[in-house]
């Protein structure tokens, strides 16, 4: 059974700061990695989506690794702003599967 | 990029009262959808996967019979729960997904049941 594990569970920043979320599974047999972003009371909004044969992928002042044989992935978050408070999801789909199991979120607060 | 659009975004309902939601891909077909639960604080717990033309899958420990699941289209899908409970307040999302296992979430709805 894939388990899924993000740490911190929370993390509290002034505003600059460089950030990196830490996100872990255990069956490494997964098609992609996801991170998602979700605003309090709100849907998730994807962030990026590295696929399986990937080590990386960016957008903006996001970029996020994939190291499969060590079942780790890493949201790292380039100069924090406070519009980046979210909590943060990764989320892996099993091959062979389209669902997701996802990961217990990063709550970041990022105070100005 | 893809839209889902779920609605309603929040209801609120008396207990013993059903409840529908629905949940539309806008601008692709989905042949599957799936339906999860969010509890405060807590993350998402698959719920059901629905696809198109037949019955849900539900995961274990989700009653089937409460949490009723159509998909009578490639562009939408409705949970209905059934005889509501304050137990089932809670935030429920519902995704869609394409080629390569690529999701895409609706917006949520947040079910309190009074």
């Known amino acids: 059974k894939q388990e899924v594990t993000q740490i911190p569970a929370a993390l509290s920043v002034p505003e600059g700061e460089n950030l990196v979320l830490n996100c872990s599974f255990t069956d490494s047999a997964i098609y992609n990695l996801q991170w998602f972003r979700q605003d309090p009371g709100k849907g998730l909004t994807s962030l990026l989506l590295?696929?399986?044969?990937?080590r990386e992928q960016t957008s903006g002042r996001l970029n996020a690794s994939l190291d499969k044989s060590s079942g780790r992935s890493t949201l790292y978050i380039a100069a924090s702003q406070p519009g980046d408070s979210a909590t943060y999801l990764c989320a892996v789909p099993k091959i062979g599967f389209q669902k997701l199991v996802f990961g217990t979120g990063t709550r970041l607060l990022v105070s100005p | 990029g893809a839209v889902v659009s779920q609605h309603p975004s929040r209801v609120i309902c008396k207990s013993g009262t059903s409840v529908k939601i629905e949940c539309r891909s806008l601008?692709?077909?989905?042949?599957?959808m799936f339906w999860y639960r969010q509890f405060p604080k807590q993350s998402l717990m698959l719920m059901a996967t629905?696809?198109?033309?037949?019955?849900?899958?539900?995961e274990q420990g989700v009653e089937k019979d409460k949490f009723l699941i159509n998909h009578a289209s490639l562009t939408l899908s409705t949970l209905t729960v059934t005889s509501a409970h304050p137990e089932d307040s809670s935030f429920y999302i519902c995704s869609a997904s394409v080629a390569q296992a690529i999701a895409f979430f609706g917006q949520g709805t947040r079910l309190t049941v009074v």
């Open positions: 590295i696929q399986s044969s990937q």
């Open positions: 629905s696809n198109e033309g037949s019955k849900a899958t539900y």
């Open positions: 601008d692709f077909q989905a042949t599957t």
